[in-house]
């Protein structure tokens, strides 16, 4: 008989679980943004200044940013001395994509960059999105600049760290927070921008507006010569306040964890539908421009639940058509466009237990956060008048 079922077994003891506990130096998370003509020309000074071990340098840009403002960049980091590489890839959300994801971290690979190195993201949000999740990946991380040339990646994208790819499931949903080394916005590279891009990027500023100062809202509307126009000395203070009051909100929840009503989560006011109509219009509306379709219907969500009275609606309806936004909200909720909305909202990100956090605003720069259903969200958004 052996000696183990012949002793009555004792109830073992479970040794504790031992708790180490690891102390990681807080994360520096704050860089500046600068805001000012010509502050590409001091690109090459800044990486000196923040991140003076790197020697090599990859500009990632797009085949439409990279011939109009690549040389500007690459001049000021060669004058600093750092040995540069562009990688250029086609402009559009299409380059948001594993694939173009992979390739570029094997051009930062080939063309030698190590883990003291540094990128350049220069181009529009889907560069500073692409640009800055190859920075997060590569070698488990080397910092990134943004150097926004869009105005929509000026007042968004390129302030807050977030950087992603798209899947065949959805837009970003492969992606990290990676916040920039800092952050160059130069107001006149928008030159060259389309008056269309540029009205997308006043979405994102109007969103601003909308959630956190009805003043900066009405500033935004009454400069609509000044930025078509494109009067630097007008738009260059109206940018630094779009940033700031995003750079606020930012502050406030880093890692979007707060689900209060006042952290990031605000900063997806129009944004729900937004890019499900953005998604449904195969990328043929701008994201500003399905930004905008989605604010109007979260006006029309927050007067069904009687939070907002139908002013609001009216107020940004014609902000929109001051700034050349879209206001044909109708068209992306009914018959095949309608359905494939519906169908992308199924599949948001953002959804837990088939409910979505959706923001809403009483009126400008009064936020608040409502839970609903897919279909409910739809209903709101359709009863018009
Ligand atoms: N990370 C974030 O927090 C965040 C926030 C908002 C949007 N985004 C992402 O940003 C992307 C949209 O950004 P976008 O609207 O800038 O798109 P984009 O990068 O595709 O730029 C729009 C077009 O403008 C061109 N362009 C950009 N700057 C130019 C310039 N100065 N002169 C001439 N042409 C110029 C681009 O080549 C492109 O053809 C989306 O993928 C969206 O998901 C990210």
Request: aromatic residues 4%; glycine residues 10%.
């Amino acid at each position: 008989m052996s000696e183990r079922s012949s002793i009555p077994s004792a109830p073992r003891k479970r040794p504790k679980p031992l708790a180490i506990d690891v102390r990681v130096p807080a994360q520096a998370l704050s860089y500046p943004v600068v805001v000012g003509c010509c502050v590409l020309s001091r690109l090459g000074e800044e990486l000196r200044q923040r991140h003076g071990s790197a020697s090599r340098v990859a500009v990632i840009s797009d085949d439409h940013v990279f011939p109009l403002h690549g040389e500007a960049a690459i001049r000021s980091l060669e004058a600093q001395g750092f040995a540069v590489t562009p990688v250029v890839v086609p402009a559009g959300e299409a380059s948001k994509q594993v694939a173009v994801l992979v390739d570029v971290v094997d051009q930062l690979l080939k063309a030698g960059l190590g883990r003291r190195d540094a990128v350049v993201a220069l181009g529009g949000g889907v560069i500073g999105d692409l640009a800055g999740l190859a920075a997060a990946l590569f070698m488990r991380g080397i910092p990134v600049i943004q150097c926004p040339t869009s105005l929509l990646a000026q007042v968004d994208a390129s302030v807050g760290g977030k950087v992603a790819v798209d899947l065949a499931a959805g837009k970003n949903l492969l992606g990290a927070f990676h916040f920039p080394l800092a952050v160059l916005i130069d107001p006149e590279l928008l030159a060259t921008l389309d008056d269309r891009q540029l009205a997308s990027g006043l979405a994102e500023m109007l969103k601003h507006g909308a959630l956190f100062s009805a003043e900066h809202f009405q500033h935004l509307v009454d400069a609509a010569d000044a930025f078509f126009g494109r009067d630097y000395d007008v738009i260059a203070p109206l940018i630094a306040t779009s940033v700031g009051l995003k750079a606020a909100c930012v502050g406030r929840d880093p890692w979007e964890q707060s689900d209060a009503g006042k952290g990031r989560v605000l900063l997806n006011f129009g944004h729900t539908l937004g890019h499900a109509i953005e998604a449904a219009s195969n990328y043929e509306l701008a994201h500003g421009e399905a930004v905008a379709l989605g604010m109007l219907a979260s006006a029309r969500v927050a007067r069904a639940k009687g939070i907002a009275g139908a002013d609001l609606e009216v107020t940004l309806r014609d902000a929109f058509a001051r700034l050349r936004l879209p206001t044909d909200l109708d068209v992306w909720l009914s018959g095949e466009r309608g359905a494939a909305v519906e169908r992308m909202l199924g599949q948001d990100k953002k959804r837990s237990g088939g409910q979505l956090s959706f923001v809403v605003i009483a009126r400008l720069g009064e936020p608040s956060v409502l839970s609903l259903h897919v279909r409910e969200l739809l209903a709101l958004a359709r009863r018009s008048g």
